[in-house]
């Protein structure tokens, strides 16, 4: 895998707290992830879809101050030079898991290593709390997320029918998790 150089992962700041959602850029919807259960393993096909679409998410808005300096939260922001090309937001989860509830990477950055190093600087935040693993949520037609996350390690865990049901396009959120 071919690495971005000059890659700087630092926690938000108050003065970075305007680059936040800078990373916030369009992906491709592909295809969709088909989940089967058997036993107590989860296993999946991949359903490519004839035509391609593009979604992009809406800008979060959160009080960032409060990931600031914060024992069970943060966000780290991948810098090239002073350009802001990705973020990951964690939580530490009641389950003792972080949980991720964001990771982006600006488009002309993508496939260049900057995701992987965002999820070992997740890692070593976690460690250091002494949480177990990293999980987080994809909806199942997010089909190039979802194989990023099984490359990094990931496994299928779960699959929730009624969490998107306010959400037409969305049939299944899928539950990711990645035990150290």
Not at 38 to 63: A, H, K, V
Not at 107 to 121: D, E, I, N, T
């Amino acid at each position: 895998m071919k690495e971005t150089k000059q890659l700087t992962i630092r926690p938000l700041s108050t003065e970075s707290i305007p680059l936040v959602n800078d990373a916030n850029d369009p992906f491709l919807i592909i295809g969709r992830i088909v989940p089967q259960f058997s036993g107590t393993t989860w296993s999946y096909t991949e359903d490519r879809f004839e035509t391609i679409t593009e979604i992009r998410f809406p800008d979060d808005r959160l009080d960032w101050s409060t990931y600031i300096d914060h024992q069970d939260r943060i966000v780290l922001l991948a810098f090239s030079g002073t350009s802001c090309i990705g973020q990951i937001r964690l939580v530490r989860d009641w389950n003792r898991f972080a949980y991720i509830e964001n990771i982006a990477v600006k488009q002309s950055f993508r496939k260049l290593g900057v995701g992987h190093q965002l999820l070992a600087a997740a890692t070593k935040w976690a460690q250091q709390r002494e949480l177990i693993g990293l999980s987080l949520e994809a909806q199942d037609d997010n089909l190039i997320a979802c194989r990023f996350y099984a490359r990094e390690g990931f496994v299928l865990g779960g699959v929730d029918s009624l969490k998107q049901s306010a959400n037409p396009h969305i049939d299944l959120t899928l539950y990711w998790y990645k035990l150290f």
